[in-house]
Every structure is written in structure tokens, then in C-alpha cells.
């Protein structure tokens, strides 16, 4: 099996793909509430050229997939992607990151069209909460589009909650019960106050450390081994009794970098090779000229840093999460 791996040695197998740079959410840490500049249709990747790019790339040591956006399930025909995509040899794993509006009508063919697992953006159990997060009220349920993957047979379903101080860090015990009742991954993952979230401040941050004394409020907490599928930077515990789990993600108070095996491919067809940096590379245009790309791919690695500066990163001059699928 091949194995590519960037200039620090990391192993690189894991491609996140922004298939829209739309959502129909704003949520106060991702987007401006007057929305983006969207990118004409022009700009985007079609999926003939996504599924293009993978196909290319898959031989080089690329082994799973994850589709996001924006919001990827507002982009039409979203099953035919994932058939595609699941057939390229060498995929071994495939997965999707939604807000789950539309998770409830979509599970089920995305599961039969290849999908293997989902990660759900929940960071609000209360309906009005809700919408004041996401600036929109869109009826949306986090435990039924939970269901509804599990029901579709989606494995592992997780559940990211990002944990701001004073806007939803009251929830982080009713998010940790779930785990005792469903078989789902819930993880909170620390704010990062920068781009679009550089409106919010370090007070807002939830150490992981005073998240997890919160959960174990509710009885004896232990390490445990993460979902079988994953391998992403999220620290992984387990209430006693409980089918899930309770994950951690901590991209300020304890970095990940040095296992981060993954770059990510914007809508527009550009390669980043990590979410904090602003150093991309250009695939689309070389790609419907008919060039070759695995040169770009390994320039991209090449450039590839050790390690994201959030901890210096205090201005708003990044792009917003929703544009390079965060």
C-alpha cells in the first residue's frame, strides 16, 4: 500500500472536499450573518471534476474521504457524489460533516449510495437557541437527524458541539446524556477566535479540561477508545454504562498537529494543507487544462506546516470555515 507523507513525516490518507461554499445556516462562528460572497457556479468543482481529482490522487496513498461544505446536503443530487466517489479503488471510508436539517429526508440514500458515517453539528439542544446560533430557524432537531442516521445504519454517528462561554455552555451535561441513551460520539470541541470568530474572545473559550469536570458530574468518567472509524484529533472518554462516548477536540489548549493526517480541498478546487494557514494550491485550473496533478499534490505537502499559531492568530483575516470546509 502506498503511503504518502508530508516534509514532517505525517502520513497523509485523509481528503476533506468543500463541495459548496453555501449554507443555509449563519452560524456566529463560522459565517457573517449577512452570509459570503458566493462563489459562481462556475468557479466550483462539478462533481465529474471532484470524483476527477480523487481518482488521481487515490493511488498516491489517499484512503477516506469526508464531504463538506458550507452545507453539503443543499447541493442537488448529493447520493450520486457518494456513489461515485465510494467506487474510486483505494476509498476506503467516506464520510459527511452536515448541520442535519436535511439529514431526516437524506439519511437512508446517502447510506445506500456508500456513506459510511456522519458528523452532525449540534451545538444547541433548545429550539430557540438554536436559531440565535445559527441565525436561522430552520426547525432543526439535533436528536432526530441523530436518530435518523442510526436508524439509517450510519456508524459512527457524532455529534460536534462547539462550547462557547455564556451562549451554550450551560448544555454541556444535557449533550453528555445523550451518550447514556444513544450509541452516539458527542464532542466538544474548544472555540478558536479567529477569521469569522475573532469577533468572540478568549472568554468565551471552554477549557476541554473544565468540559470533562462538567460531564463527570454525572458519574464515573474513563478514557475510551475513540469510534473504530475516525482517527481524527478528539480525546475520547465514556460515562459508566453508557453506549457512547464523550470527545474532546483541543486546537488551543492541547494541539494536535503533530498527528494531523489530512489536507482539505476547497469548492473552488483549491488544496489546503491546514485549515488555520493561508497557503493553497490551485488544482482546478491545471485539472481542466488536462495537466497532471499529483506534482501540485506533493508541492502542497511540501508546504505543509508543523503545527497552526491560533495562539498568536487574533485578527479576522482568515478565511471563514464555511469557505475552505472547516
Not at 502506498?2 to 485523509?14: A, F, K, M, N, P
Not at 498516491?60 to 457518494?82: C, F, K, N, Y
Request: aromatic letters at 4%.
Amino acid at each position: 500500500m502506498t503511503v504518502l507523507r508530508d516534509q514532517h513525516g505525517r502520513s497523509i490518507e485523509y481528503l476533506r472536499i468543500s463541495i459548496t461554499d453555501r449554507c443555509n445556516f449563519r452560524c456566529v462562528y463560522c459565517m457573517p450573518e449577512q452570509g459570503l460572497p458566493w462563489l459562481p457556479k462556475q468557479e466550483i468543482l462539478s462533481y465529474e471534476e471532484i470524483v476527477g481529482i480523487v481518482r488521481e490522487l487515490a493511488p498516491l496513498g489517499l484512503r477516506r474521504l469526508r464531504l463538506t461544505g458550507g452545507e453539503p446536503t443543499i447541493r442537488p443530487d448529493l447520493a450520486s457524489l457518494v456513489a461515485q466517489l465510494k467506487a474510486v479503488p483505494g476509498i476506503e471510508d467516506l464520510a459527511l460533516s452536515t448541520n442535519g436539517v436535511k439529514l431526516p429526508q437524506m439519511a437512508a440514500a446517502l447510506r445506500a449510495a456508500g456513506l459510511d458515517r456522519v458528523n452532525i453539528s449540534a451545538d444547541s439542544l433548545r429550539p430557540e437557541r438554536i436559531a440565535a446560533i445559527a441565525r436561522r430557524d430552520l426547525g432543526f432537531a439535533p436528536v432526530t437527524a441523530a436518530r435518523a442516521a442510526l436508524e439509517a445504519g450510519l456508524d459512527p454517528v457524532k455529534l460536534n458541539v462547539v462550547v462557547m462561554r455564556g451562549i451554550n455552555d450551560d448544555e454541556v451535561t444535557d449533550f453528555a446524556r445523550l451518550t447514556l441513551d444513544f450509541p452516539v460520539h458527542v464532542r466538544f470541541i474548544e472555540l478558536m477566535p479567529v477569521g469569522e470568530m475573532a469577533h468572540l474572545t478568549d472568554a468565551h473559550i471552554v477549557p476541554s479540561d473544565e468540559v470533562l469536570a462538567r460531564v463527570a458530574t454525572l458519574g464515573a468518567l474513563a478514557p475510551a477508545e475513540g469510534p473504530r472509524r475516525g482517527n481524527g484529533p478528539a480525546r475520547y472518554h465514556r460515562l459508566a454504562g453508557a453506549p457512547g462516548t464523550v470527545g474532546v477536540i483541543t486546537p488551543m489548549t492541547h494541539t494536535y498537529c503533530g498527528s494531523c493526517n489530512r489536507v482539505r480541498l476547497t469548492a473552488d478546487g483549491r488544496l489546503r494543507t491546514c485549515l488555520y494557514g493561508d497557503h493553497e494550491v490551485n488544482l482546478r485550473d491545471p485539472l481542466r487544462a488536462g495537466e497532471p496533478l499529483e506534482p501540485l499534490f506533493r508541492q502542497a505537502l511540501a508546504g505543509k506546516p508543523l503545527a497552526h499559531d491560533l495562539l498568536q492568530l487574533r485578527v479576522g483575516g482568515l478565511k471563514a470555515l464555511s469557505q475552505v470546509g472547516g
